[in-house]
């Protein structure tokens, strides 16, 4: 009988968290290691409410100074919307996966959205074409979509 078998290499968030923490003269804490946890452990986006909900020893001002240690590390991205809470999510250098968002004006929910890779061809295309024109070397994109989520629009 022959089985063949899938090799999944995974690599360690912890161990990755560490190297970059250290490039930035950082270490990796019981806090940090937590938020990288719920972050990893998450369905998307989440905000500091929401973390400090799924992690209740943690206090909010941690949370707020870990946050910003791990965005400048490149562990973590921020999706920020005016006046509503952040939301963060690990960073696609950590996730190897380029997503954009969707964005509720109206109850502010904060979703991944993947396009196939045509799609993204041709709009990583056309970005660069209007950076160009505006002089601008472009090196990443981020997009977000702005609207109303299928509960908002159910609800009228």
Known sequence: MVVALQCVVVTDIDDIALHRLRKDGQRLTTGRQLILRTLQEADGPVTIPMILQRQPTLAQSSVYRNLA???HAGLVSKIS???EHAHYELGEEITHHHHHHTVC?????VR???LSAAAERSLDKALHEAAAGAGFE???HRLDLLGRCAECVAAG
């Open 112 to 114: 991944d959205v993947t």
């Open 69 to 71: 240690v791990l965005e």
């Open 81 to 83: 919307m005016g006046d």
């Open 105 to 109: 004006t109206s109850c502010g929910k």
């Open 138 to 140: 472009l090196q990443r």
